[in-house]
């Protein structure tokens, strides 16, 4: 064959080059070939397969097979999410991501959420054991966490008045039932809401601003990084509220330890390996130890934690568990109930100065300028108005209780507003549930294995519930109609086995603070500084952080009322 073309001229056709062992392809056809290939693997892919299948969710398009969205995913995960519900038409239909290999369906609508939240066909049991092996759960420990206890505990527990367990859920279940009865409404919440609440009183004054915090000080004005300042005030107080006064005494640097780690945890949510992930270990690893002097310490010196951590301590020795995992275990709940469950601490006194936080949910730097200073001139008004109605209640805490105080500033309309629509614009929470069974959701068949990811973040920006304006920062937008506070879009705190058991203690806490805040101090960004910047590339199971190194350098001077 090869003698036959190349004694009749064909060689110029037929781009074959000849080789002593055969014909081998030219680069042209072998490129030719594989972009072939590639489109051919396109065209099945992305346009035959739905057609094929149409009952099955949609892959969104990728360009490198196995690799698909793993970059985008991994460097703006909520950028991607956006980029597929408005490649399928914003029909809010679940579509599906790659990456890595792994197939992820995304769902992005209200009512698929509630489906699937609500549902037993989709587990969140196996999401939780990986989160608890990452905390540094032993083995053993984890698996008592999740056996399922024998015929004999009712009567066992009711001899050592301990805490029910109706429907002998392993403990791992009951944890959070635990925690319920702790954090939703009720005697023992009152409790734990009046002890923070009295801190917060003492804290947020003028005397107690650490000195860590102020970058520059004149008499009567203090230059303040108030990331630094709002950690201690939210997150001290929190912190021995829950686990009492000597947490704090053993581990000094667990505030900043934990700040650290949380700051980083993006990582561990994405299960990053621990090569490029040392940094969040390392601070991960130091608070952990933290916990273990502290569960370490007889009992006796740690009294005054709260119902809720003892319980959960006493459960786990129950089982033979000992301090390390505990440590793990309350680590988790201090994780998950002090730092995910408050928008980040930068947020909250945002409001006393007239400059806004959150200047555009999609900031676009060309028009920056004059977005901020039309939202100066909304805001300057809405501070006057607050402080008109917020002065009164503060100046009177002193005589009467701060619950009471806090109930007045939740009857205000405005108040509550620029909180929820702060959490509306700063909410960036994720969960996954696993499919257990076969299902559907609005059509789109789930086999066993299949993940799904939820995005809370992708309802808090839905145009058909908050208008066409969503992405300003609009308080009065829950003022004018409450319709959009009801809808099921509004999930700050997720939804169903996810939902935020510490929804009203992070509402108390920011709410008396942000009036402490506004009441005694006198604050504005410091020129030249700016607001800090949030960032949604990375991912976040509660609170859309800052972008990493970004503060907000205040000047605070005392308010006399």
Not at 3 to 26: C, N, T, V
Not at 410 to 438: C, M, W
Request: with cysteine; hydrophobic share 40%.
């Amino acid at each position: 064959m090869a003698s036959y073309i190349k004694d009749h001229g064909l060689e110029a056709h037929i781009p074959l080059l000849h080789a002593q062992d055969g014909w081998q392809p030219s680069i042209q056809t072998s490129l030719v070939l594989l972009v072939v290939a590639y489109v051919t693997w396109r065209l099945y892919r992305f346009t035959i397969i739905p057609y094929l299948y149409p009952h099955e969710a949609p892959e969104l398009p990728y360009s490198i097979p196995f690799i698909g969205h793993a970059r985008q995913f991994f460097t703006d995960a909520d950028g991607l999410l956006t980029y597929g519900r408005n490649y399928f038409n914003n029909t809010r239909e679940l579509f599906v991501l790659v990456i890595a290999g792994e197939r992820l369906h995304v769902a992005t609508n209200a009512s698929d959420v509630a489906t699937i939240t609500k549902s037993p066909d989709f587990t969140f049991d196996s999401y939780m054991r990986d989160i608890m092996l990452d905390f540094s759960f032993t083995k053993p420990a984890l698996d008592r966490m999740w056996e399922r206890p024998g015929t004999d505990d009712k009567p066992k527990r009711e001899a050592e008045g301990r805490f029910p367990n109706i429907g002998r859920k392993p403990l791992a279940k009951l944890a959070e039932d635990i925690i319920r009865r702790q954090l939703l409404p009720g005697s023992m919440f009152e409790s734990i809401q009046e002890d923070v609440l009295r801190r917060f009183l003492d804290v947020v004054s003028w005397e107690r601003i650490r000195d860590d915090a102020v970058l520059s000080s004149s008499p009567g004005e203090k230059t303040v990084s108030l990331k630094k300042w709002t950690q201690t005030c939210l997150i001290g107080p929190a912190t021995e509220a829950f686990f009492g006064t000597a947490l704090l005494r053993v581990a000094p640097d667990l505030l900043d330890h934990f700040c650290e780690f949380d700051e980083k945890s993006w990582k561990l949510t994405y299960k990053v390996p621990t090569v490029f992930s040392k940094d969040m270990h390392a601070a991960r690893r130091q608070a952990h130890e933290s916990l273990i002097r502290y569960f370490e310490l007889p009992r006796e010196e740690r009294d005054d934690a709260a119902w809720v951590i003892k319980t959960i301590e006493d459960e786990m020795r129950a089982l033979g568990i000992g301090s390390e995992d505990i440590a793990a275990n309350l680590s988790m709940f201090y994780w998950v109930y002090v730092f995910i469950c408050f928008p980040n601490p930068v947020a909250p006194a945002a409001p006393c100065s007239p400059h806004p936080m959150h200047t555009n949910i999609n900031a676009n730097s060309r028009n920056e300028q004059n977005k901020r200073q039309r939202l100066e001139t909304h805001n300057q008004p809405l501070l006057t108005h607050l402080r008109s109605e917020i002065d009164p209640l503060i100046t009177n805490t002193s005589s009467t209780s701060p619950v009471s105080t806090l109930q007045a500033l939740r009857q205000n309309p405005h108040y509550t507003s620029f909180y929820n629509e702060t959490l509306r614009t700063i909410a960036a929470g994720k969960t996954i549930r696993d499919v257990a069974k076969p299902t559907s959701v609005r059509g789109k068949t789930l086999k066993p294995g299949d993940r799904v990811l939820i995005s809370f973040r992708q309802m808090l920006v839905s145009e058909s519930v908050f208008g066409k304006d969503w992405n300003e920062f609009k308080p009065e937008r829950f003022v004018e109609d409450d319709t959009p506070l009801k809808s099921e879009s509004f999930r700050p705190f997720g939804a169903g086995a996810s939902l935020c058991s510490g929804r009203y203690f992070a509402m108390s806490e920011i709410l008396f603070f942000l009036g402490l805040v506004v009441s005694r101090f006198e604050m504005d960004v410091k020129d030249g500084e700016g607001m800090p910047e949030l960032d949604n590339s990375r991912s976040s199971l509660g609170i859309m952080p800052p972008k990493e190194g970004h503060d907000c350098v205040v000047r605070m001077k005392p308010r006399r009322v």
